[in-house]
Nanobody
Framework: QLQLVESGGGLVQPGGSLRLSCAAPGFTLDYYVIGWFRQAPGKEREGVSCISSRGGTAMYADSVKGRFTISRDNAKNMVYLQMNSLKLEDTGVYYC????????????????WGQGTQVTVSS
């Protein structure tokens, strides 16, 4: 069964850090672009970051540039999102997704999605 599983979310204070993980039991991630998206209550899902299949290209939303870093370990079949200097506005459910083609932060370029992990930034 093709699925993506996110983990690593939680409650953190502003300025703190979290590392999210995306696993893919049942299929090999290394052929695909993988993206991270988030959705805050009452808002549309937005692209946060994505990484090419071999890890040579990464994209970031302007709102997270310089604070978030995406990486992948194809040997472990994992993709990560390191989030530093977290802000209140980073709160939301974070999803990883499998890309259909090139690097993009458009949700329509992705087909399979995980169930999400909650990130709450609060003092």
């Amino acid at each position: 069964q093709l699925q993506l599983v996110e983990s690593g979310g939680g409650l953190v204070q502003p300025g703190g850090s979290l590392r999210l993980s995306c696993a893919a039991p049942g299929f090999t991630l290394d052929y695909y672009v993988i993206g991270w998206f988030r959705q805050a209550p009452g808002k549309e899902r937005e692209g946060v970051s994505c990484i090419s299949s071999r890890g040579g290209t990464a994209m970031y939303a302007d709102s997270v540039k310089g604070r978030f870093t995406i990486s992948r370990d194809n040997a472990k079949n994992m993709v990560y999102l390191q989030m530093n200097s977290l802000k209140l506005e980073d709160t939301g459910v974070y999803y990883c997704a499998r890309g259909l083609r090139g690097t993009s932060l458009h949700p329509t370029w992705y087909d399979y999605w995980g169930q999400g992990t909650q990130v709450t930034v609060s003092s």
